[in-house]
């Protein structure tokens, strides 16, 4: 039994990254812009019609069941990954916050918290491979770029796959158009498992008025557990 209702991601395919999905020429923007406050994930991603899959990425593809593929089908508690946090929840609320020398990216799906390195800290040589990898950001005008590596593999989409392994390197780029709305753009490339770079972007909607609701999660088991009747009545306590 679940504790928790996953809403699928609401995809929209398009063939190619539409004009307004371009990343500014940084030479006529300012610097060190301030991306903090709090927006929505818009429902809408833009993705390849076809994946470039390798003859490793096809079959790793092939053999995928979200029910058996996506951690949380056995722990509803379980740890979120890049890219596939970017995506997850129908509606996802991002808060972006300065912490020190880094950029927090708190995304409320999972509780998340992702932290983005902004003084060239690159990662050390034994760095582990995690779910969210190690982020490494920098502004050219008033582009914010993220390198992400060091990621434990997973996929780009929990409900779907298209695998991405240890071996990938994440190019995210932010950006605002008018007014507060941030563009994304995402940059896959994985050998191991596509021809050639794969690139997907959304839209990052201004929600001022939202808040990041804490994600106080109970883990009942896999989905076809029988419940657990004292977790249930001490969840229901605490409502």
């Known amino acids: 039994m679940r504790a928790l209702v996953f809403f699928l991601v609401v995809v929209s395919v398009v063939g190619q990254i539409p004009a307004r999905a371009q990343v500014p020429d940084a030479q006529s923007a300012v610097s060190d812009p301030d991306f903090s406050g709090i927006y929505e994930g818009a429902p809408t991603i833009i993705e390849p019609d076809v994946y470039p899959l390798t003859a490793e990425g096809e079959r790793a593809h092939d053999v995928y069941d979200p ?64 779910e969210l990898g190690y982020s490494l950001g920098s ?11 060091h990621l434990a593999g997973g996929v780009v989409f929990t409900n779907r796959g298209y695998p991405v392994s240890p071996e990938a390197r994440l190019t995210e780029r932010y950006w605002r158009e008018a007014g507060k709305n941030l563009q994304m753009e995402l940059l896959i490339d994985d050998p191991v498992n596509f021809l050639q770079p794969v690139k997907l972007a959304r839209e990052w909607l201004w929600a001022p008025d939202e808040q990041v609701i804490p994600w106080n999660c109970v883990s009942l088991g896999p989905r076809d557990a029988e419940p657990d009747i004292d977790e249930l009545r001490r969840l229901l306590n605490q409502q």
């Open 67 to 130: 029910l058996i593929g996506d951690p949380r089908q056995t722990d509803d508690c379980a740890p979120e990954s890049m890219p596939a946090i970017l995506w997850a929840g129908t509606l996802n609320t991002m808060r972006i916050y300065l912490e020190g020398d880094t950029i927090a990216m708190h995304l409320e799906h999972g509780g998340t918290v992702r932290s983005i390195h902004m003084v060239g800290a690159e990662p050390s040589t034994d760095e582990p491979h995690t």
């Open 139 to 149: 502004w050219s005008g008033d582009v914010l770029t993220i390198e992400t590596t």
